[in-house]
């Protein structure tokens, strides 16, 4: 065995790998757009939170 039968292996294993993104398509895309939404709305709404917290407390530090 030699290292061109190693390499020719590795390339096949990952060529059949990189396959899985065709049957998947553009649905992981829109996954992750989706959740970056998700996440932003629950960012904001705990933004808003920690504002009016600072808002009703004077003796914060600023």
């Known amino acids: 065995m ?3 039968t190693i390499f020719e ?10 396959g899985i993104f065709e049957v998947i398509g553009n649905s992981f895309n829109n996954a992750m757009i989706v959740l970056g939404f998700i996440g ?5 709404r705990t933004q808003k ?3 009016d917290e600072a ?4 003796n914060q530090m600023k």
Do not use: M, V, Y
């Open 49 to 51: 939170k920690f504002n």
């Open 40 to 44: 932003l709305i629950f960012w904001l």
């Open 55 to 58: 808002a009703n407390n004077p």
């Open 2 to 4: 030699n290292s061109n």
């Open 9 to 18: 292996a590795i390339a096949s294993f990952l060529q059949w790998t990189f």
